[in-house]
């Protein structure tokens, strides 16, 4: 399918969902990737992880109406060495997001969701938060583990403990929304989250 949606979320920031269902040579074709591009392409091993990367440039591309080059910084995190957009990235199973944002940094997160996630809370919810979820909830648990992952993005730390370090206020889950986390590495800040449940996949994003 390829593109499913562009928006225009403001004057500042663009949001972006691909379907992943071409081949991967079709992908190649349409992505128009640099030499060194290329070079760092063929030295993924797994065929997913290649048709992943290939359908996030070919979806920052149609976001940009050009060819926009992605590299990593030494933590990994992407930026546009060619453009002064943010970006944040992610892909789970049939889908690729990205998220552009010119004002400030960027962090989005889709996750298929996942019935058996309840089993796992205490890896990534801390003390707090585990006070209003319960173990049961799995759409509100998958959601949280998304925001989480956000807010990492958005943060850019490397070895940020997520459990501790990102502590999300309580509410209540509906099939969209926004919430609030609490960011508590050094400076705290607290970020709003938009997030929404469509199909079996849970989108967030920081605003």
């Not at 190649?28 to 060194?36: D, G, V, Y």
């Not at 920052?60 to 990235?89: R, T």
């Amino acid at each position: 399918m390829g593109l499913v949606y562009k928006k225009v979320l403001s004057g500042k920031a663009l949001l972006g969902l691909w379907e992943i269902t071409e081949s991967l040579e079709d992908l190649f074709a349409t992505a128009q990737m640099s030499r060194s591009q290329q070079e760092k392409l063929l030295k993924k091993v797994n065929t997913k992880r290649k048709r992943e990367s290939l359908a996030v440039q070919c979806l920052v591309n149609q976001m940009l109406d050009e060819n926009s080059e992605i590299s990593n910084n030494e933590d990994g995190k992407p930026f546009l060495p060619n453009n002064d957009y943010h970006i944040s990235i992610s892909h789970s199973e049939k889908y690729a997001v990205v998220y552009l944002d010119k004002g400030k940094s960027a962090g989005v997160d889709i996750q298929k969701v996942k019935p058996d996630i309840g089993k796992g809370i205490d890896f990534f919810l801390n003390s707090n938060e585990q006070l209003w979820v319960a173990k049961t909830d799995f759409i509100l648990i998958n959601i949280l583990w998304s925001a989480k992952e956000s807010v990492y993005k958005y943060a850019g730390i490397k070895d940020l403990d997520q459990r501790n370090a990102i502590s999300v206020n309580s509410f209540s889950a509906k099939p969209e929304g926004i919430m609030t986390a609490t960011f508590n590495e050094e400076n705290p800040e607290t970020i709003s989250i938009h997030y929404e449940v469509f199909e079996d996949y849970v989108l967030t994003r920081t605003l």
